[in-house]
């Protein structure tokens, strides 16, 4: 199993993970991406690998 976390020192908001994420489990607050439903996530890692900063992380646990 795994999740994805938001490093938001690295974060530039670019909403790049909202627009890709076929499952809409992001959303926009205060200019930065939260993750809403991780539920709905089904681990296409689209979001990790368009983010520009690297600030998406998966922890496997």
Do not use: H, Q
Not at 23 to 50: H, Q, T, W
């Amino acid at each position: 199993m795994y999740s994805i976390t938001i490093e938001y020192n690295s974060c530039i908001g670019c909403a790049k993970c909202v627009a890709i994420c076929p499952k809409v489990v992001y959303a926009m607050e205060d200019g930065f991406p939260v993750m809403f439903d991780s539920g709905n996530c089904r681990g296409c890692l689209s979001c990790v690998i368009i983010c520009p900063t690297g600030c998406l992380k998966i922890e496997e646990w």
